[in-house]
Each structure stands twice: as C-alpha cells, then as structure tokens.
C-alpha cells in the first residue's frame, strides 16, 4: 500500500514557501523608480538588459521570470537574535534596494534602467525562510555564482581583501577599487556565467 505525505502547513518549508510566493505575486517595479516606504523583508531583483554573458536570464513580459539577486532587510537588531519583538523596521528595506541601485548605477557595464523588482514587507520571524527558499527554488545567479553585489565598504584600513567577483565582473565601485585584483579575469568570470547559465536551460 502506498504511504501518502502528509502536508503539514506549519512545517518551516511550507511556511516559508507561502512567504516566498506572497513576495512572486507582488507587482514588479524598476529599481530607479522606487519610493520610501516603510518595513522589513524580502525582495528579488530582476535583469532586462543587454550585457551579453546575462543573455539567457533577461526577463520580459513573455518570458519566465527568474531573479538575478535575492535577498532581505532586517530591523536593527535581528542579526542579535532580537527577531518578532516587534520593533520599529523603519525603512531598512527600502533603503537596502536603494543600496543595490547605487551599486548599479556605478557599473560601467550596467544600466540601471535595466533592473527591476518585487519586494514584500514581511513580519521580521519569516524573513530568513523566505529568502531561503527564493534562494533555493532559483539558484540567482549573483546569489551563487557571482558573488559580492550585497557587499558593503569594508572601511578604511580593511581593503586587505581580494575584490568581489561582483565587482571584478562589472567594474566601478570605488572602494571595491582598492581591494586586491582576483586571479580570474572578467573575461574569464564572463565565459564561467555563459557556460553556468547554459547548463540551468
């Protein structure tokens, strides 16, 4: 006899899920033209443009969606431990995709007029799973492979670290400039993204 799963709704993968797919229903927006709001969660970002080696995962209208970054913003003190205490999230989210549009904005071979996103405020206590699982069901490509987009300025005498392969790959970020070079070229980083994106088809 065949033994049937049972769906258990508070199970944390079920819980997550439904936050995730909350987030996935959410209107799209361009990055650029993004307003203040208020809160804490999860958002995905969303490429539509024309550098070469992203070719496969443009989005548009008739075609799937699938994020090139995901990620959240928690209140202050989240990282502590101090999760659904309710405390004021002020604008940390809003301010976070503001974060990433700078870094766009800086690169030389990016537009941000070419970026878009979703986002969903979120109580702080399902902020992790979310993410986990956008993060799980679409492998973003500057989640897994190109690594150092949410990356901020270490701070003055901590450039000791080799440069993201973020910005090895699109250039312009000042203090990332004063990190060590990466062995790997952005023609070889480029050639890796082709043949990654290649194999997820």
């Not at 199970?11 to 809160?39: I, R, Y």
């Not at 989005?59 to 995901?70: D, Q, R, W």
């Amino acid at each position: 006899m065949k033994k049937e799963t049972v769906y258990n709704p508070l199970d944390k993968t079920n819980l997550g899920a439904s936050v995730a797919q909350a987030m996935l229903a959410t209107d799209m927006f361009p990055l650029e033209q993004l307003a203040s709001f208020s809160g804490a969660g999860i958002y995905a970002i969303y490429y539509h443009g024309t550098f070469a080696p992203y070719k496969s995962i443009r989005s548009t209208k008739n075609a799937l969606e699938v994020p090139i970054y995901v990620g959240k913003a928690v209140p202050a003190g989240a990282r502590k431990g101090d999760v659904g205490l309710g405390r004021n999230a002020g604008t940390v989210l809003f301010k976070r995709l503001k974060e990433h549009a700078d870094s766009i904005r800086t690169a030389r071979n990016l537009k941000l007029a070419d970026f878009s996103c979703r986002y969903l405020v979120v109580d702080d206590i399902w902020i992790p799973l979310g993410e986990a699982l956008l993060i799980a069901t679409f492998s973003p490509l500057w989640n897994k492979l190109i690594d150092g987009f949410g990356n901020h300025d270490p701070g003055a005498g901590r450039h000791a670290g080799m440069r993201p392969r973020w910005d090895t790959l699109h250039p312009g970020r000042k203090w990332a400039l004063k990190l060590k070079d990466r062995t790997e070229t952005m023609e070889q980083i480029e050639r890796e993204v082709i043949a990654h994106l290649r194999t997820r088809k």
